[in-house]
């Protein structure tokens, strides 16, 4: 392989230090960091990550399935409240089953979307991802903690999303995720992310906030959609502390 055809590979294959703090939500100091657990190499004084090694990394760190207790690495640095629009904030839904409830809040949800509407008569985008997550709880809950669940859409409705972004809702009362263990949730983060690395770097922040920083009963007491958001934007200092 000659040279110009290697570069060409490398340059398809690796991310800058900028890039991959967004691609992953962390800071560039983050990334820096950690640079040797991503296997980052030097190239003409820069930093190059694979973009395989980023994922390979995300997988290794966690995964909420087998890890629901609160762990303390760069997942848990993200601040989730810039992905929280109080437009997608609903409080004291009445549904008491997590299919009705998903769908009631893809009904009213305004998400940014990679595409238009469609003709009239087709299924709406909403509609396509909203049906994605509920695919996605048919192959197991994701009701990992007993007072908050993390529904999110199987890769075929991430390509539809125009951002990374999470719709939250508060239940009146325990809604049934059909739950192995009998969690029955009030609160519940759908987590709509274009990639699945950023997916579980949000539930493993949202992991050790609702372990450590009584997440849970801040959200059960909140007033409005407003009041929400600030307990996210509360928790942007805290840094895992």
Request: hydrophobic share 40%.
């Amino acid at each position: 392989m000659d040279s110009q055809r290697l570069e060409a590979r490398d340059a398809e294959e690796t991310m800058s230090v900028s890039d991959a703090a967004r691609h992953l939500s962390l800071s560039p100091r983050t990334i820096h960091r950690i640079a040797e657990e991503l296997r980052a190499v030097r190239v003409d004084g820069h930093w190059r990550l694979r973009v395989s090694d980023l994922e390979e990394w995300i997988v290794r760190c966690r995964s909420v399935e087998q890890m629901p207790e609160p762990v303390s690495y760069p997942g848990c640095e993200i601040s989730l409240h810039p992905y929280l629009d109080i437009q997608n904030v609903f409080l004291d839904a009445p549904q008491t089953d997590a299919e009705q409830l998903i769908s009631a809040a893809f009904r009213r949800a305004r998400l940014v979307l990679a595409e238009g509407p469609g003709p009239a008569g087709e299924e709406t985008a909403n509609e396509r991802i909203c049906r994605s997550v509920l695919e996605r709880e048919e192959l197991s809950s994701t009701a990992f903690h007993p007072d908050v669940a993390y529904p999110h859409p199987k890769d075929t409705g991430r390509r539809l999303l125009g951002a990374n972004q999470i719709v939250a809702i508060r239940a009146l009362r325990p809604v049934d995720f059909h739950d192995v263990y009998g969690h029955r949730p009030r609160i519940a983060f759908i987590l709509l992310t274009q990639t699945i690395s950023v997916q579980l770097l949000w539930e493993a922040r949202l992991s050790y906030l609702v372990h450590k920083k009584e997440l849970v009963r801040r959200l059960l007491e909140a007033r409005s959609a407003e009041d929400v958001y600030e307990v996210f934007a509360g928790t942007r200092d805290e840094n895992g502390s």
